[in-house]
């Protein structure tokens, strides 16, 4: 019984945190390994910016994320999509806990080594 609640759980928070639309996941997460904002908008884009300057680095939207898929199981909810423009698969993953830390892997595609790290919410 406990595992359906908290599958309907994860549901519920696919569907409201990690939409297409993203209306539900809003706010700007900091990477302070390589100085970066992670920011997901009401308005459909994940834009990527220095957190030193502001100055966007990449926008991911509707037109550039290709194979968005969002996953809810034990372990939290993630969100995945690749970026053929930046040549990566970047995945995003809130766990199960109260901490509102992301994890994000990114796979670049001329390397097998990924980049991965806990992102904190601003």
């Known amino acids: 019984m406990k595992k359906l609640f908290i599958m309907v759980i994860l ?3 696919a569907t ?7 209306g ?5 997460w900091k990477d302070a390994k390589w100085d970066a ?3 997901f908008s009401a308005d459909g884009h994940i834009v990527l910016s220095l957190s030193s300057t502001g100055e ?3 926008d991911f939207n509707d037109s550039t ?3 968005f898929k969002v996953d809810a199981g034990t372990k939290g909810v993630t969100i995945s999509f690749y970026c053929k423009d930046t040549e990566r698969a970047y995945k995003f993953t809130k766990g199960v806990s ?3 830390d ?6 670049p595609d001329w390397t097998d080594e990924d980049y991965a790290v806990s992102i904190k919410l601003k």
């Not at 409201?16 to 993203?22: K, M, N, S, V, Y």
């Not at 539900?24 to 700007?28: M, P």
């Not at 992301?102 to 796979?107: A, K, R």
């Open 37 to 39: 904002d992670w920011t």
């Open 56 to 58: 966007t680095i990449y």
């Open 102 to 107: 992301l994890d994000m892997v990114i796979n």
């Open 24 to 28: 539900g996941i809003k706010g700007t």
């Open 11 to 13: 549901a519920v928070m």
């Open 16 to 22: 409201g945190l990690f939409a297409l639309d993203l």
């Open 98 to 100: 109260l901490s509102s």
């Open 65 to 67: 994320i290709q194979n």
